[in-house]
């Protein structure tokens, strides 16, 4: 709703449900012939997948930045027993360690979890769970709480502000809790002293995995198989009159874009000039094609993957935007 406009279908767009087992009696009554798309989580999206047709639009694995769980401690706990939290915090990572290193160890969890949740798995829906999850190690923890420059992850003030940016922007919340301080809503203290400490939970030391953005580059008929996810809201870019050169104004929309780009690192990104109708239509296709290109080069000079983009554009229809289609492989 934040990106897409889902919030500009019509209520008839939407059936609301009870709740995440009511959506998934919904999936198994439904017809192959309905046109519907389930919005739900694990365990259910596992066993929803057993069926070959039934395929992922979007999921957290998509995005980044936006999903991420976290150990909650309140601010009086944590200033009157900080040592508890401190060892609660360690035997959290080694509980982790334990279970990542072993062979079937965080199957095995994951499987006892869904069974006393009342929607067992089989050990095949169980392992394609636990493979779609980044479990995030000690010192990836380290590094999205900002305590190890050489391999930086997204920093967790980022996230708190993506976040913050999605619930204010669908109207979730009226205003940032934080005021703009996003250090505010977490504490990276304990953390800090493990650090200091030289903690690790075992013998193998673990890796920080980076989150990657490099898809491969496409072919033009490639280019024309990719199915859209859909456009993304960004303000109008705004070019010097008659020309393909952005202004300032626009270099902010187009900042505020590669940040989202950045949060989306698996879709393509079709960026389509649009043309006016008035005047040379084959002076205002050159035109729309210009400033596509122009805008593309903007992303790619500023850290967006080029074999992400293709700058297009369209028959003249009176709109002048440059608009951003995302789009994926065919399954």
Known sequence: MSHF???????????????????????RKSKPTDKLAFVLWEPYVTKMLENPNVAVLVDSSRFRGYIVDVIVASRDFLVKDEPAVKDFVEAYFRSLYTHTQKTAGMSILVANDAQKAGTPLNDKQTQRLVDGIWWKNTNENYAHMGLNNDKPLQHVEDMIQNITSVLISTGAIANDPANGQPNLLFHNGILAQLQN????????????????????????????????????????????????????????????????LQSWPNYYVKIIG??????????????AKSRAISVENYLKEHGINDARLKSLSVEP??????????????Y
Not at 5 to 26: C, H, P, Q, T
Not at 274 to 283: E, P, Q, R
Not at 317 to 328: C, I, R
């Open 5 to 27: 406009g889902l919030s500009n279908l019509s209520d008839k767009s939407f059936i609301e449900a009870k709740d995440a087992a009511d959506v998934y009696n919904r999936y």
């Open 197 to 260: 400490d030289n903690f690790h939970p075992g013998v193998v030391e673990e890796s920080i995995r980076k989150d990657s953005d490099n898809l491969p580059s496409l072919s033009d008929e490639e280019w024309k198989k990719l199915i859209p996810v859909g456009t993304l809201q960004v303000p109008k870019i705004v070019f010097a009159r008659g020309t393909a050169r952005i202004t300032e104004q626009s270099e902010i929309t187009l900042n505020e874009l590669i940040e989202k």
């Open 274 to 287: 649009n043309a006016s109708l008035n005047g040379d239509l084959t002076a205002n296709r050159n035109l």
């Open 317 to 330: 229809t009176g709109n002048t935007d440059v608009v951003f289609q995302l789009g994926y492989t065919p």
